[in-house]
Nanobody
Framework: QVQLVESGGGSVQPGGSLRLSCATSGINFSVYTMGWYRQAPGKQRELVGTITSGGTTNYADSVQGRFTISRDNGRNTVFLQMNSLKPEDTAVYYC?????????WGQGTQVTVSS
């Protein structure tokens, strides 16, 4: 059974930081491209960034330079370090695993940036 479980969300003031984690099970984690997406109220889900099996990262322009994705293949976990958070970063953040035609999603974790 494939499971992706996000954690680390919460409320933070503008300029603050949060680190999200996505623990996976049921997949050969090391071969998967892992991604983080987010969905704000009333908006479509959008890509935040991805990390390939080889560790190559790619980010949306809106988070470039502020967010960092990393992975620990020994722990089957992917991370999203979010710095210099802005109110417009408020959203539910989802973890995604993709390999060939297979994709799986986590349940999401809420991030709220507000003063």
């Amino acid at each position: 059974q494939v499971q992706l479980v996000e954690s680390g969300g919460g409320s933070v003031q503008p300029g603050g930081s949060l680190r999200l984690s996505c623990a996976t099970s049921g997949i050969n984690f090391s071969v998967y491209t892992m991604g983080w997406y987010r969905q704000a109220p009333g908006k479509q889900r959008e890509l935040v960034g991805t990390i390939t099996s080889g560790g190559t990262t790619n980010y949306a322009d809106s988070v470039q330079g502020r967010f960092t994705i990393s992975r620990d293949n020994g722990r089957n976990t992917v991370f999203l370090q979010m710095n210099s958070l802005k109110p417009e970063d408020t959203a539910v953040y989802y973890c995604n695993a993709k390999f060939l035609t297979f994709t799986a999603w986590g349940q999401g974790t809420q991030v709220t940036v507000s003063s």
